[in-house]
């Protein structure tokens, strides 16, 4: 059985180092992708409350909605659409302040305003994304990119 998620307040970079090893502690005993994504979702919504955070993963050569925590969200995703194509696309993370400035961003919720999404890359191929979304501007740098791609790397697809 999990233990309670240990949440903690703090610098951003405090939240990440105290939210890391619980998330590693998680999914270490579990070889199960869906259980592991949804936790990894559920432990990332507790600790920073965010609107959307959730998981796209490459199925049939589209992105497909996988585990997520927040408001209903568009299901497929094609190569090149929206932040989380291009990152699909690009095999790289993006960091999108104003989602308003992203030629093409997909808006699932008129409600998000700022959005991080990390590409999953396994042999080179990328078989997932990570999407982070906010009701706020700004809400993402260099800082989210480190650990939410530290994090991805422990998923073992
Ligand atoms: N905004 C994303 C689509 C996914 S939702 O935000 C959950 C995009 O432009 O790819």
Redesign the pocket.
Known sequence: MAEDLQIISGTKNEQYEALLPQIEALISYETDLVANLGNVVAALKEQFQWF?V?FYVVKEGELVLAPFQGPV??TR?RKG?????TSWEQKQTLIVPD?DQFPG?????SL?KS?I?VPVIRNEEVVAVL?V?SDAYNQFDETDQYYLEKIVELLRF
């Open positions: 959307w959730g969200a568009c995703i659409k929206g932040v989380c194509g989602v961003h997909i808006a699932c919720s998000s959005e999404v999407d979304d």
